[in-house]
């Protein structure tokens, strides 16, 4: 079945430092690909998403591009902030209409 | 409501002990799901329901998890004769397409189930 693998973190950055989290997947077909977010307290949040290849999905400074032929699709910003700490999620549509998700990555960042 | 709402927040409950756990998703909301998140993992898939239909309970762990949507709208996942292993976070998720995976869906700020 499809299936994500996600960078372990915690990760822990000062703010304004280059942020990747990697995010590699496996799939039948072609799914669609997203990162979610889950900040202290709150429900997770879709941060971007791509659809198809080399797609790129872009939100608040956040970047991910579709790449089919590396299996990937890691999270990149170019200055961090502090109240980008949270959990990022890599997901992608499985079987059905349902959501697979990572494990999640922590991003600690410090002013 | 504004965004998808779950009740209660937190609950714990004595081994053995049947729980129900509500939520409300975005009004005409076609699509809802369940997810359960152990303790540093992703949310893993639990159920689907398009309108009152349960399309897809393949992700339901035992005969003791049961959810139902009877009117289209709110809906309750139930737990009985809680066991320690079913402490988790149970999320819910609406999204207004009938086939919402490929538009990311909404999620309520879950239910803190801890089971002692």
């Known amino acids: 079945g499809n299936s994500v693998t996600q960078m372990e973190g915690p990760v822990t950055l000062s703010e304004e430092a280059f942020l990747t989290i990697n995010c590699t997947y496996t799939?039948?077909?072609?799914?669609?690909l997203f990162w979610y977010v889950q900040y202290p307290g709150e429900g997770l949040q879709l941060l971007l998403k791509?659809?198809?290849?080399?797609d790129k999905g872009s939100n608040k400074g956040f970047e991910a591009t579709y790449r089919k032929e590396t299996t990937s699709f890691h999270l990149e910003k170019g200055s961090v902030q502090v109240s980008d700490s949270a959990v990022y999620f890599c997901?992608?549509?499985?079987?059905?209409?349902?959501?697979?998700f990572g494990a999640g990555t922590i991003l600690r960042v410090k002013s | 409501g504004a965004g998808v709402s779950q009740s209660p927040r937190y609950k714990v409950a004595k081994r053995g002990q049947d729980v129900a756990l509500r939520c409300d998703p975005i009004?005409?909301?076609?699509?809802l799901f369940w997810y359960q998140q152990a303790l540093g993992q992703g949310p893993e898939f639990l159920t689907y329901?398009?309108?009152?239909?349960?399309?897809?309970k393949s992700g339901l762990p035992s005969d003791r998890f049961f959810a139902e949507r009877p009117e289209g709208s709110v809906s309750t996942l139930k737990i009985q004769r809680t066991q320690q292993e079913d402490s988790a976070v149970y999320l819910c998720?609406?999204?207004?397409?009938?086939?919402?995976?490929?538009?990311?869906?909404?999620f309520g700020s879950g239910t803190r189930l801890t089971v002692v």
């Open positions: 998720a609406s999204s207004f397409r009938r086939t919402g995976a490929d538009y990311g869906y909404t």
């Open positions: 799939a039948t077909g072609y799914p669609s």
């Open positions: 791509a659809t198809k290849a080399d």
């Open positions: 997901a992608l549509t499985g079987y059905g209409n349902k959501l697979v």
């Open positions: 009004s005409g909301h076609v699509s």
């Open positions: 329901f398009q309108n009152e239909a349960q399309l897809d």
